[in-house]
């Protein structure tokens, strides 16, 4: 199972070794020819004779001169090979290229050609401290490859960062670039962490089986890797026509004769609309608490309406809406003051609105009420659920809280949180 870094694992590039153009801090070119063949500028540490295919000048001044060239990987100050010791930028086609220390989105916008989370220094050049290489390995002579721990990743920016031969799992979130040492399904591999997924055998990276948790795209050996499904980061989930022994184990959440069907159980299998749940069932909203008032959603699933049978054929409480199976064997809805999940949670003249204690069913206008805060409005009069009149509370929660717009009369709840 995985255990670290595993927001690294959403939209993964795969395993990539990257390919900087251009020469770095005197390194050759991408055509094979030595950058510093640039023609040495003036004493201020220009150089107005930069190769075309990107070479930066070995003599670049002690102030952090600048370089004119068409450049894509770039040289900056900080390196043992002649840059500008207090930081010089090198400009190109595409602006200024960023200093060490920056945060950064790809390798091709660090002065140092090395992008981990911030420009660091590549292999080869100098270093204090493991802290400023890309590697995260500071050496005797500098900058230097790392290998993976017994628990733990090695990092990169590009392959030469990584010993053995281990290729660099580049991924860029937020617009941060993250990387890892490892390779892929089919790699040769030590240990699990030398594959992405976390699964040697016998000397090779093994695709992961149905139910394994923390996967990535690509991962699993039947089926995909579902992010967000039963409480979990990510899980390996069988498709239509694939084996199983248990809901869980398919995409749609129903395993019928030992296969994993077309139609979405409703178990909490996904839907888009009812027509996507098997017989019976119905495409609810999941709802999200954010805050105090719905402000978005967790997306839609299937689940066993109010009188749906839960003893055999909606998976017992599981599989109903309010995650309440009667005593009779059938889904029984959600009443006022429970607590509800979805949209179909509660009972009929009822909806599942925020509360203080989470989310709660509440009487909707014109239904029977013994108090205010059976309302969803907030505002009992009569024995009955009503709209809240001008100045009256639209946006305070109570214990069940007011609906917002929809519970004034006039349908506009204002900044102040009254009707207007």
Same mark, same amino acid.
């Not at 290489?133 to 993976?148: I, K």
């Not at 395993?255 to 495409?283: E, I, Q």
């Not at 009443?335 to 909707?364: H, I, W």
């Given at each position: 199972?995985?255990?670290?870094?595993?927001?690294?694992?959403?939209?993964?590039?795969?395993?990539?070794?990257?390919?900087?153009?251009?020469?770095?801090?005197?390194?050759?070119?991408?055509?094979? &020819?030595? @950058?510093?063949?640039? #023609?040495?500028? %003036?004493?201020? +540490? $220009?150089?107005?004779? =930069?190769?075309? /295919? !990107? *070479?930066?000048?070995?003599?670049?001044?002690?102030?952090?001169? &600048?370089? @004119?060239?068409?450049? #894509?990987?770039? %040289?900056?100050? +900080? $390196?043992?090979?002649? =840059?500008?010791? /207090? !930081? *010089?930028?090198?400009?190109?086609?595409?602006?200024?290229?960023?200093?060490?220390?920056?945060?950064?989105?790809?390798?091709?916008?660090?002065?140092?050609?090395?992008?981990?989370?911030?420009?660091?220094?590549?292999?080869?050049?100098?270093?204090?401290?493991?802290?400023?290489?890309?590697?995260?390995?500071?050496?005797?002579?500098?900058?230097?490859?790392?290998?993976?721990?017994?628990?733990?990743?090695?990092?990169?920016?590009?392959?030469?960062?990584?010993?053995?031969?281990?290729?660099?799992?580049?991924?860029?979130?937020?617009?941060?670039?993250?990387?890892?040492?490892?390779?892929?399904?089919?790699?040769?591999?030590?240990?699990?962490?030398?594959?992405?997924?976390?699964?040697?055998?016998?000397?090779?990276?093994?695709?992961?089986?149905?139910?394994?948790?923390?996967?990535?795209?690509?991962?699993?050996?039947?089926?995909?890797?579902?992010?967000?499904?039963?409480?979990?980061?990510?899980?390996?989930?069988?498709?239509?026509?694939?084996?199983?022994?248990?809901?869980?184990?398919?995409?749609?959440?129903?395993?019928?004769?030992?296969?994993?069907?077309?139609?979405?159980?409703?178990?909490?299998?996904?839907?888009?609309?009812?027509?996507?749940?098997?017989?019976?069932?119905?495409?609810?909203?999941?709802?999200?608490?954010?805050?105090?008032?719905?402000?978005?959603?967790?997306?839609?699933?299937?689940?066993?309406?109010?009188?749906?049978?839960?003893?055999?054929?909606?998976?017992?409480?599981?599989?109903?809406?309010?995650?309440?199976?009667?005593?009779?064997?059938?889904?029984?809805?959600?009443?006022?003051?429970?607590?509800?999940?979805?949209?179909?949670?509660?009972?009929?003249?009822?909806?599942?609105?925020?509360?203080?204690?989470?989310?709660?069913?509440?009487?909707?206008?014109?239904?029977?009420?013994?108090?205010?805060?059976?309302?969803?409005?907030?505002?009992?009069?009569?024995?009955?659920?009503?709209?809240?009149?001008?100045?009256?509370?639209?946006?305070?929660?109570?214990?069940?809280?007011?609906?917002?717009?929809?519970?004034?009369?006039?349908?506009?709840?204002?900044?102040?949180?009254?009707?207007?």
């Amino acid at each position: 199972m995985k255990t670290i870094l595993m927001l690294v694992a959403v939209g993964s590039v795969g395993c990539l070794q990257s390919n900087i153009n251009g020469a770095t801090n005197g390194s050759p070119t991408s055509s094979g &020819t030595p @950058a510093a063949t640039g #023609t040495a500028g %003036s004493g201020s +540490g $220009s150089t107005a004779a =930069a190769s075309a /295919t !990107g *070479g930066s000048s070995a003599a670049a001044s002690s102030t952090g001169g &600048t370089t @004119a060239g068409s450049v #894509t990987g770039s %040289s900056t100050g +900080g $390196s043992s090979n002649g =840059a500008g010791t /207090t !930081g *010089g930028t090198t400009s190109g086609d595409a602006g200024p290229c960023k200093p060490y220390g920056a945060q950064c989105g790809g390798n091709g916008e660090c002065c140092t050609a090395a992008c981990n989370q911030e420009c660091l220094e590549p292999v080869g050049h100098t270093c204090l401290g493991d802290g400023d290489c890309s590697s995260g390995n500071c050496g005797p002579t500098g900058c230097a490859c790392s290998t993976p721990a017994q628990s733990q990743y090695a990092v990169c920016a590009t392959a030469s960062d990584c010993c053995g031969g281990l290729g660099c799992q580049l991924t860029v979130i937020s617009g941060i670039q993250y990387g890892l040492c490892c390779n892929p399904i089919g790699g040769s591999c030590q240990g699990d962490f030398d594959c992405c997924d976390q699964n040697c055998v016998n000397g090779q990276c093994q695709c992961l089986p149905v139910g394994s948790e923390e996967c990535a795209a690509g991962e699993c050996c039947l089926g995909s890797c579902e992010f967000g499904v039963q409480g979990l980061i990510s899980l390996c989930q069988n498709g239509a026509g694939d084996p199983c022994t248990v809901p869980e184990a398919c995409i749609s959440s129903n395993c019928a004769d030992g296969t994993c069907s077309t139609c979405s159980g409703s178990s909490g299998g996904p839907c888009a609309t009812t027509a996507d749940c098997c017989s019976g069932g119905v495409c609810a909203q999941a709802l999200i608490l954010n805050g105090v008032f719905l402000e978005g959603d967790g997306g839609s699933a299937c689940c066993g309406p109010t009188g749906a049978d839960c003893d055999a054929g909606w998976n017992g409480v599981s599989g109903c809406c309010s995650l309440t199976c009667g005593a009779d064997g059938l889904c029984a809805c959600a009443k006022v003051g429970d607590n509800c999940y979805n949209s179909d949670a509660c009972c009929s003249g009822e909806a599942c609105l925020p509360s203080l204690t989470g989310y709660a069913c509440c009487q909707l206008d014109s239904q029977f009420c013994l108090s205010g805060y059976e309302c969803c409005s907030g505002n009992c009069q009569e024995q009955s659920c009503a709209c809240v009149p001008a100045g009256g509370a639209c946006g305070v929660a109570g214990f069940i809280a007011p609906q917002g717009p929809a519970a004034c009369c006039s349908g506009a709840c204002g900044d102040a949180g009254t009707c207007l």
